[in-house]
């Protein structure tokens, strides 16, 4: 196992796992997956007030660059000894001058995900579930994903030392699966899986296994919610007013929505304004879309999903409720782009920015002209668009 | 409107699990361990509303849905019927609603959308 430059001096603020349905505490000492009382997603809640007595918000930008430089606010109670990290984090936040300035737009920034060691965001989250993991005592892991899930998954478990299991589409490259395997993973190709958020394996095959897909646990999105620590403090301690994000199982919306309660809650925020989250999803399976145009609290299982973003076939989150609830309470908006469009602002972003961008990724830019032509961002705002993985 | 719903499904944890949901909610709830029981408890008991897993010990729940809505007792042929499986194939959604059930749903049970879901066929 590889071990970031903590100290052991510093120790995580985790108090206790919170149910995001309906609200029951469970204990983060043990280990737990998803409420077994109401099935929803589980949350990592942080001794915040102890954060901000010992931790000022200037020592964090003092160490060494990656996420566990957050140590405090990142799970693992002792990092120092289960760090899993390959130097995931402090991805570039890149400006979007030339775009910015066709479009109107004054205050345009890409994060960009694809910098991570894995090629995506996965890596943020992998790289601290895994070390919770290790930290619990959790010695076998199992994931249903797709190629980025399963870079990750391959990159932080083997030298973590844990037995990992994933279950792939059979249509994946062989390169990809070969890639997998070498690394130690065991691979199963299964015929027209669809999506790694339903569990077939929950039940029969789980094993004694535990189940890092998509909010089947509580702590990959503790790693993806430093994205949202190095916004904050890369905008001076502000803010975005616009936060643009491919949503398939929708992680990093949730993620980033966590980290901004989180630091808001720290007081480390200079300015009180909230942004608004936009959820982009494909013509071709849009449930959050759908439900969030019909006001809906819930999703409807996505029927007959399809588009050439493979990463953003998700046809039901586990985590729709808490989606929606953040559009809501963001006036925020979910908007659909046609694959089309999506192509498109792929190849708009190379020409313009010289910068490469997952389909996924480039959804965010395809929505972004959506919300100009509804008018629903101004020139001045502060709009960041979201790129998820390299391809 | 009735408040009676069949749950069939050979999982007993599923089955606590539903039953907690609904009984509380003032439903109450026959159970079936299998596809062919299923179908012989609609047909013979006041039914208002099914659950119906996918993953059967006999017949699967597609073929359930399908004997259901040919049923010779005709109040079957409309009742809601809302699926319910742990499958994540390619299709199974489609297959579901194209056998006759009316809505899909993927375990584990979120069970304020199942309370929702039920809610809106049969109001509590």
């Known amino acids: ?391 | 409107m009735g408040n009676n719903v069949l749950y069939i499904e050979d999982n007993p944890d599923n089955m606590m699990l539903v039953r907690r949901i609904l009984e509380s909610r003032g439903y109450r709830l026959l159970e079936a361990q299998n596809g062919l029981t299923g179908l012989s408890v609609a047909e013979s008991q006041p039914i208002d509303l099914i659950l119906l897993d996918i993953n059967l010990p006999d017949i699967d729940g597609y073929e359930v849905a399908r004997r259901l809505r040919r049923s010779s007792k005709a109040a079957l042929a409309h009742i809601p019927i809302i699926a319910i499986t742990a499958n994540a194939l390619k299709g199974d959604a489609e297959k579901a609603l194209a056998a006759g059930c009316d809505v899909y749903m993927s375990k584990p049970i979120n069970i304020r959308e199942l309370a929702a879901r039920v809610a809106g066929f049969l109001p509590e």
């Open chain 1, 1 to 391: 196992m590889s071990n970031a430059p903590l100290s052991s001096a510093t120790a995580s603020y985790l108090s206790y796992l919170l149910c995001s349905g309906c609200g029951k505490e469970y204990p983060a000492s043990q280990v737990h997956t998803y409420c077994p009382n109401c099935n929803s997603p589980l949350l990592a809640n942080y001794n915040l007030q102890g954060v901000q007595q010992n931790c000022p918000r200037a020592i964090f930008a003092a160490r060494s660059r990656g996420l566990w430089r957050w140590q405090e606010l990142l799970p693992a109670q002792s990092a120092a000894d289960y760090c899993a990290t390959l130097g995931e984090g402090d991805t570039p936040l890149l400006p979007l001058n030339n775009l910015g300035e066709q479009l109107g737009l004054s205050n345009l920034w890409l994060k960009d995900e694809g910098a991570n060691p894995t090629g995506s965001f996965k890596a943020r989250g992998m790289s601290v579930a895994i070390s919770r993991a290790k930290e619990l005592g959790i010695e076998k892991v199992i994931i249903g994903g797709k190629e980025n899930t399963a870079r990750a998954l391959a990159a932080y478990a083997s030298p973590a030392r844990l037995s990992a299991h994933i279950y792939m589409s059979d249509d994946t490259s062989a390169s990809t699966v070969e890639e997998i395997r070498l690394a130690g993973v065991k691979v199963e190709l299964v015929k027209n899986l669809e999506t790694s958020s339903a569990g077939f394996w929950e039940q029969s095959n789980l094993d004694g296994q535990f189940n890092l897909s998509a909010f089947r646990e509580p702590y990959q999105v503790e790693g993806q919610k430093t994205i949202g620590y190095e916004l904050a403090e890369a905008l001076n301690w502000a803010l975005p007013d616009v936060v643009v994000c491919p949503t398939g199982h929708g992680t990093t919306l949730v993620s980033l929505w966590k980290a901004f309660t989180e630091l808001e809650a720290l007081g480390w925020l200079e300015s009180s304004r909230s942004p608004r989250f936009v959820a982009v999803q494909a013509r071709g399976c849009a449930p959050i879309v759908k439900a969030f145009d019909a006001e809906a609290s819930f999703c409807d299982y996505w029927t007959n999903a399809h588009t050439i973003a493979s990463h953003l076939i998700v046809p039901k989150s586990f985590a729709d409720q808490l989606i929606l609830k953040i559009l809501a309470d963001s006036q925020g908006i979910a908007i659909s782009v046609a694959d089309e469009a999506l192509q498109a602002a792929q190849r708009q972003l190379a020409a313009d920015e010289q910068i490469a961008v997952s389909l996924e990724g480039a959804a965010a830019l395809a929505a972004l002209y959506k919300l100009i032509q509804k008018k629903w961002v101004q020139p001045n705002e502060r709009i960041i668009l979201l790129n998820t993985s390299r391809k």
